[in-house]
């Protein structure tokens, strides 16, 4: 699998606590503006229902931990893929990389898509950061 981007970020909470929080699907729509609805389908699986345009409006999405992974795999929609988060330790932070690995052929020129793609997916991860970081700081 050849990747489309991939993103970092540093958050200040346990890695346990941000491993517990991406697996648990509903947290999604707190640090994805997009998603709009996450329905359970089966175990580790969800619809996922965005409220906006986007490649995939509608996608069904396994997620799992797999070592200091988090796999989320869309099997559906136009674009297919892994969305990998990994996860580690680093100086009482946890460090997140965060790829992207297309499944499927697009028809689409990924050199084009990958900048907005990776902009639109880092956004994301400031907020995720963000309110990891408020939780952390209530407790």
Not at 102 to 129: C, M, R
């Amino acid at each position: 699998m050849e990747k489309l981007f991939q993103n970092e970020i540093l958050i200040k909470a346990d890695k346990n606590s941000v491993q517990q929080f991406l697996l648990t699907a509903p947290n999604w729509l707190k640090w994805n503006w997009a998603i709009g609805k996450i329905e359970p389908v089966a175990k580790n699986t969800y619809a996922i229902h965005r409220d906006v345009d986007a490649l995939n409006k509608d996608e069904i999405v396994e997620i799992k931990a797999l070592n200091n992974k988090i796999v989320c795999k869309s099997t559906t929609g136009r674009l297919e893929y892994q969305l990998i988060f990994e996860l580690a330790e680093q100086a009482g932070l946890t460090k997140i990389t965060e790829t992207l690995y297309p499944t499927n052929n697009l028809h689409l020129p990924l050199t084009l898509l990958a900048p907005i793609a990776k902009h639109a997916f880092n956004q994301n991860l400031q907020v995720l950061k963000d309110l990891l970081e408020v939780q952390v700081t209530k407790l």
